[in-house]
């Protein structure tokens, strides 16, 4: 498998496929040459909902960031694994699975740090890949802070927040963040993880943060991972809440007639009982300064594993539609193994949106499941001369976007008369607002949640959240039918600036207290930034602060003599504004 690492990614992937299927229960004669798809449907359930419509909701009291869930296919006996169906983007694209930093850090909407082991442990194991684990570029995977200076442009995670600062389960609360990206260990333990493999472009020019020593652009080993990574091209967007998810896979040909198994793991942060509950790190030398950022005990209960089986036999009729009505057993609570445990009393089963009930049951072919598994008849067309769908027709985007989403619409229609079965949207970040991002990659693009399939001539829309602010964005929306892909539809965005002024910086500030993280710098942004709101003035002279300021707190940072009487002389101004911040708070309550 190493050496299959070094090879071109097209390459490299097409031999994984091979391996996946090479010890697998294939016959090497008769293969039978007939389309068959495998269906199965679930629906993810959350954890709150809104007591007058009884939609999901976000609430910070009890966040819901979505699941994390793998479906693959083994043997009845759980010997041998024959494929992935799919997995989450944050385990199979954003590698929360293997990124630096300790496994019981804090969490948060988009949180950068953190090892996450325990996401999908079972499906990881059984799979059985090992990848180099990933470390913190400056050694110190203790710290959730201090990563300034080997740090980098991101594209997706946003900065550790305080919970005061979390609204919902998407929104950064800030719109430019570099952190670590990390380096790989080949002395390290090796996981079953793969890293991210998100980031496409390497030409961008990264500008240097002076107040960080002049760096903040180290990428480590990043532009490696997109090669490691061979996990993205099954990746898909977690399933939206209250609605349900079906998909399709292909029997593979050759498969030999027997007894299989459908798995779906399902893992949730945040899902803590009185059994599974656990205090997160807190960096000891920091206590009273860095406790406040990320929410704590997130690593609470295992991921949950639902099982459906079914008989497979070439020569006889379509697989018989069935279901699974209840949890089948729980993964490691750390994920450091793949164990497999039956289903006790440790885990909850009446709380919605909790432990086995992670899934909805729902209506589907075989009654009433949480999970449904049925064989659905390919299109009975001769693809040699039926054409796939047309490319969707995009309408030309709005002008003017919101922040952190992208909007158009398309016409739902095919001038071939092909009928279109599913959509595929995707999007990345254009590194030139003018040309696009490079459409040949389209495949490696980030999945977003597709839009679903509606009558002819419907005018849907499509929106793409959790997006930067003020950044130009490629967006690709394809169709598929009984024989194939349409060629792909692109539009070109640039979302737009937030309702505020948000600026980034108190450079000197961050110098002297040594983290643009410490809750002083945090309290002394908000100020200006609610000066700069009301004031133009004050904005104006804000943007000459951070262009003139760097130098200063350059030389700031170096001296820790310098650093003390910076701090000694805000402290009357932030005795002040705590002070004043709690009298708000206290009015408000």
């Known amino acids: 498998m190493v050496a299959a690492l070094c090879r071109p990614r097209s390459v490299r992937r097409a031999f994984a496929a091979a391996v996946a299927l090479g010890g697998v229960l294939v016959t090497a004669t008769a293969a039978h040459a007939s389309c068959r798809l495998l269906r199965y449907q679930f629906e993810p359930d959350c954890l709150a909902r809104d007591p007058a419509s009884g939609a999901c909701r976000f609430d910070v009291g009890t966040p819901d960031y979505g699941p994390q869930i793998a ?268 164990d497999l445990h039956p289903i006790d009393a440790q885990i909850n089963a009446t709380v919605p949106g909790s432990g086995v009930q992670r899934l909805r049951a729902g209506d589907g072919p075989g009654g009433t499941a949480l999970v449904h598994v049925d064989e659905i008849a390919c299109a009975p067309l001769d693809c040699a001369t039926a054409p796939p769908p047309d490319a969707p027709r995009i309408d030309e985007p709005q002008a003017t976007q919101p922040a952190t989403s992208a909007m158009f619409t398309f016409r739902q229609s095919s001038d071939s008369g092909a009928q279109v079965e599913s959509y595929d949207l995707r999007y990345a970040i254009a590194p030139d607002p003018l040309k696009g991002a490079d459409e040949s990659l389209f495949s490696q693009w980030t999945p977003a949640p597709p839009p679903a399939v509606d009558a002819p001539e419907t005018i849907s829309q499509v929106e793409v959240d959790g997006l930067l602010p003020q950044t130009a964005y490629s967006i690709g929306l394809r169709a598929r039918g009984a024989c194939g892909w349409s060629a792909t539809s692109f539009a070109r965005v640039i979302t737009g600036k937030r309702p505020y002024t948000q600026l980034s910086g108190c450079v000197i500030a961050t110098a002297a207290y040594g983290s643009e993280l410490d809750p002083d710098v945090a309290l002394l942004r908000h100020e200006r930034d609610l000066a700069a709101r009301r004031s133009g003035m004050v904005e104006l002279a804000a943007q000459l602060y951070a262009r003139t300021a760097p130098p200063l707190a350059h030389l700031v940072g170096r001296s820790d003599t310098a650093r003390a009487v910076v701090r000694a002389l805000l402290r009357p101004i932030m005795t002040a504004n705590r002070a004043a911040s709690e009298a708000l708070a206290a009015t408000v309550e």
């Open 71 to 338: 479906v693959w296919v083994e043997s009845a006996d759980g010997s041998t694994f024959i494929d992935t169906l799919m997995v989450t983007n944050g385990v199979a694209l954003y590698g929360i699975g293997n990124r630096p930093g300790r496994w019981d850090f804090r969490s948060g909407p988009l949180f950068p740090y953190g090892r996450r082991i325990m996401a999908v442990p079972v499906w990881a194991h059984r799979r059985g890949v090992l990848y180099e684990s990933v470390v913190m570029n400056d050694g110190m995977d203790n710290w959730m802070t201090f990563h300034e200076p080997v740090s980098s442009p991101e594209s997706h995670f946003c900065r550790p927040m305080m919970e005061s600062e979390i609204v919902d389960a998407v929104t950064c609360a800030s719109g430019t963040f570099r952190d670590a990206k990390g380096l790989l260990q080949p002395g390290e333990a090796k996981t079953y993880y793969p890293p991210r493999g998100d980031i496409l472009d390497w030409s961008r020019v990264c500008i240097p943060i002076i107040s960080s020593g002049g760096s903040a652009c180290d990428f480590g080993d990043a532009p490696q991972y997109g090669l490691i990574n061979d996990v993205d091209v099954i990746a898909a967007a977690t399933p939206a809440y209250d609605r349900g998810f079906s998909a399709t896979w292909s029997i593979p040909d050759g498969m030999a007639d027997g007894d299989y198994a459908l798995m779906i793991e399902v893992g949730k942060e945040f899902d803590e009982n009185a059994a599974f509950t656990h205090d997160s790190f807190i960096e000891p030398e920091e206590v009273s300064n860095y406790n406040a950022y990320g929410q704590n005990g997130n690593v609470g209960q295992p991921s949950v594993v639902y099982r459906v089986p079914f008989h497979f036999s070439a020569a006889s009729g379509p697989i018989a539609a069935t279901g699974a009505s209840a949890a089948y057993g729980y993964g490691d609570w750390t994920g450091a193994a793949g």
